[in-house]
């Protein structure tokens, strides 16, 4: 079976301070992979996916990168944290195959401070 | 502008009672609608999906209804339980140029009181 992993879990950072968040997903090969935002009282924003390995496709523009260095890794990056970048991020998968289903990871929450 | 709108914000209904969600999209063109139960501080996770020709789809006691013509949809849950107390999401999404585009609502915060 299919899981998919974030880490960490919770994380504070002070302004200013870089970011690295992972997401690994294990049973699968090649997935489409997707970093979300949640903030509160507000939807899902979706601010990168990946088809594969290396290919990294932005929705907003933000100080956010994302990479993808294996095919099962996707990693959430800033170099410099906003107050704004508070929020919950979520990773999620969905087989190259199907149309539909996503499935999402327990996700992180970050405070900027 | 592709936009999901969910209503209420917010319910909170008794332990044992039924209640229903509503969801009303601006998406085009129309893929699937999917409805994802979101437990605070987790990640979403799926109910049901329903394409265009898909008026109903049960999930246990959740039933979600599509009316692609008036672009609304309700999640109906049935017999609520405490476990039940979640935000409930739903998620509208278009296919354009080979991509698949999802439009995320706010949710509804459901809370069930014993």
């Known amino acids: 079976s299919q899981t998919i992993h974030q880490w960490p879990a919770t994380l504070v950072q002070p302004v200013g301070s870089p970011l690295s968040l992972e997401c690994t997903v294990e049973?699968?090969?090649?997935?489409?992979l997707y970093w979300y935002r949640q903030a509160a009282g507000r939807g899902l924003q979706l601010l990168f996916y990946?088809?594969?390995?290396?290919?990294i496709s932005s929705e907003v523009p933000q100080n956010l990168s994302a990479s993808r260095p294996q095919d099962r890794q996707f990693i959430l990056s800033s170099k410099k944290l906003l107050l704004s970048d508070s929020g919950f991020y979520l990773c999620?998968?969905?087989?190259?195959?199907?149309?539909?289903?996503?499935?999402f990871g327990p996700g992180t929450r970050l405070t900027v401070t | 502008k592709n936009q999901v709108e969910q209503s209420p914000q917010s319910l909170i209904i008794l332990e044992g009672k039924n209640c229903t969600l509503q969801?009303?999209?601006?998406?085009?063109?129309?893929?699937?609608l999917r409805w994802y139960k979101q437990d605070t501080g987790r990640g979403p996770v799926s109910l049901t999906i329903?394409?265009?020709s898909e008026n109903t789809k049960s999930n246990g006691r959740y039933t979600a209804t599509l009316d692609a013509d008036t672009k609304q949809s309700s999640l109906h849950i049935t017999a609520s339980q405490l476990s039940d107390s979640a935000s409930y999401i739903c998620?509208?999404?278009?296919w354009g140029f080979g991509n698949e585009k999802l439009t995320f609502g706010t949710g509804t915060r459901l809370t069930i009181i014993p």
């Open positions: 999620a998968w969905n087989p190259t195959s199907t149309d539909y289903e996503q499935y």
């Open positions: 998620v509208v999404s278009a």
């Open positions: 990946s088809v594969g390995i290396g290919q």
């Open positions: 969801c009303n999209y601006t998406v085009s063109p129309f893929s699937n």
């Open positions: 049973g699968t090969s090649n997935p489409n």
């Open positions: 329903m394409t265009f």
